[in-house]
């Protein structure tokens, strides 16, 4: 299936590892331009090297913590003038610290707000106005599973990823007429290092092992496994790609079934 994404350019947010490079790595096999953006120069420089000379596309690595506001305008900046435009944004950003109410400060709420609500609505608002110029835009937020049933002991996530969702399905119907269409892709307990790190709270918060916590979790999917970051960045290049345009406002889990409710 041809998706139509030869010659468009996507920005990338936190892309140097998981479902970020994942998703990259995906869009640069279609055809893709890529923005790429991270915090660390070293391995998001390797990683645009090797992403580039796998897919014989160009990649425009660009340091930057989408927590930062500044960072964030001057990301997106230097993509457009580097590529001209931005047809396809998906944000994503490393996960909130785990915890309990009672356990998180307001520094913590704050900064958790910053990095996964703010980031959002910073990206959206850069590449937005170019996007209904040039009618045809394509904007998709990396979630959770827990939006649409919420994980214990991730107060932070479970909240701000809620609100990321509310914002998407509002924009989806504002800018649909422009030929944008506005999405969520909610992942599941995925075999990334932000699930190793939950595996390690865990055991440390319960008195197991990582893998008994991993053990758990693959015992709570229906597929009895952990997905793969390649399986979750397939469904991600559709919801970006030509053939997706009559797709907007949803937020679609990829996780093995984990999720019980109906819809």
């Not at 944004?89 to 996964?116: C, D, H, I, K, Y």
């Not at 990321?164 to 995925?190: D, K, M, Q, S």
Request: hydrophobic share 45%; with cysteine; net charge neutral.
């Amino acid at each position: 299936m041809d998706l139509g994404l030869k010659g468009k350019v996507a920005f990338v947010a936190a892309a140097s590892r998981g479902l970020g490079r994942a998703v990259a790595e995906e869009l640069a096999a279609e055809g893709a331009s890529l923005v790429l953006c991270a915090r660390n120069a070293e391995t998001l420089s390797l990683v645009s090297k090797q992403i580039a000379q796998t897919s014989n596309v160009s990649v425009f690595p660009v340091v930057a913590d989408v927590s930062n506001e500044e960072d964030v305008a001057a990301a997106v900046k230097a993509g457009i003038e580097k590529f001209g435009r931005i047809d396809i944004l998906v944000t994503n950003a490393g996960g909130p610290p785990a915890g309990q109410f009672e356990t998180l400060s307001r520094e913590m709420w704050e900064a958790a707000t910053r990095l996964t609500l703010n980031s959002v609505l910073e990206l959206t608002g850069a590449v937005l106005p170019g996007m209904k110029k040039r009618q045809w835009g394509r904007i998709l937020n990396i979630t959770s599973i827990a939006v649409k049933q919420p994980v214990d002991n991730l107060m932070l996530s479970n909240s701000l990823r809620a609100a990321v969702t509310g914002f998407a399905r509002t924009l989806a119907n504002e800018v649909a007429t422009h030929g944008i269409t506005v999405n969520n892709i909610l992942p599941g307990y995925t075999r990334t290092e932000r699930v190793e790190e939950l595996a390690k709270a865990a055991s440390e918060r319960e008195g197991i092992s990582p893998a008994e916590a991993s053990a758990k979790w693959e015992a709570e999917i229906p597929m009895r496994r952990l997905g793969e970051p390649r399986e979750f960045a397939a469904l991600a290049a559709f919801l970006v790609s030509e053939r997706a345009s009559y797709i907007t406002g949803t937020s679609i889990a990829v996780d093995g079934g984990w999720i019980r409710s109906l819809v």
